[in-house]
């Protein structure tokens, strides 16, 4: 049997934060403009990975496994917001984080084609 977590100030915090969050994104416009601004950060942390590591010559397979392990743990605490009761925006916004940052890697990577 999994342990539970402690209610502390810091947990009760964030999970007040959430449900405003939930509660604030309600509104589709509200959401989707979120989305969006979700989308277009995980775009500019892409391809600045992609440009840093380009411009100091860093190791490609290095900078790739660590972006690998990045987006695997973002898989999996998609995972862990399935099981668990918590809003469905959390989510969408992992999502599209991760379809930003993938997006805006593939458009680096096509740069030099």
């Known amino acids: 049997m999994p342990q539970r977590m402690q209610k502390t100030i810091l947990y009760k915090s964030s ?12 509104n589709p416009w509200r959401r989707y403009s979120l989305l969006v601004i979700i989308f277009l950060f995980g775009f500019l942390i892409g ?5 840093i590591n380009g411009v ?3 190791m ?3 900078g790739a ?19 668990s ?3 469905i925006i959390l989510i969408r916004i992992f999502d ?6 993938v997006y805006g ?9």
């Open 15 to 26: 999970a007040k934060i959430i449900d405003r969050l939930a509660n604030w994104a309600a």
């Open 47 to 51: 391809s600045s990975l992609g440009m």
């Open 56 to 58: 100091l010559a860093l």
């Open 60 to 62: 490609d397979p290095v």
């Open 65 to 83: 496994f660590i972006t690998l392990i990045f987006l695997e743990i973002l898989i999996k605490a998609r995972f862990f917001f399935l099981e």
């Open 85 to 87: 009761k918590k809003p």
């Open 96 to 101: 599209m984080f991760r379809i930003g940052m």
């Open 105 to 113: 890697l593939f458009s680096e990577g096509l740069k030099l084609l």
